[in-house]
């Protein structure tokens, strides 16, 4: 699958975090998990062919922090209320990419529930029927 993928991440949702008075801004939990997908996302097999975009606001601010796969012919996917705690955000970056490395091999984009990533299975918040061609 050589089309174009995205993947979406609100940099908009979640808490501002502020860790120390030498910080230069503080950032929302949507930027530190754009901030550690990038770093993964430069040595990914995959970075060619999957984007990695910022966006405003998914619409779940609810359930922060949220990300999205999209590709032409298949399946969105969006996903929410990841984890991006010190402890657990480069887990959350890395479950994120193994993800849609998996939605990538699809055709149809459907993803397992079985085959997802632990962090994963119980994260989504639609999967919504690619447009008609």
Known sequence: ?????????????????????????????GERL????QT????????????????????????DCAIAFIAAGKRTYLFGNLPTDDSC???????????????HAQSDGVLSYFDRPELLKTRVLARIPPAPR
């Open 1 to 29: 699958m050589n089309e174009q993928h995205i993947l979406y991440v609100c940099i908009t949702c979640g808490e501002q975090k502020k860790k120390t008075k030498s910080d230069e801004a503080n950032k929302r939990d």
């Open 34 to 37: 754009i901030e550690q997908l």
């Open 40 to 63: 993964l996302h430069q040595n990914w097999e995959l970075r060619e062919n999957f984007a990695l975009q910022p966006i405003k606001c998914m619409g779940v601010c609810e359930r």
């Open 89 to 103: 955000l480069e887990e959350t970056a890395s479950a994120v990419l193994n993800c849609a490395q998996q939605y």
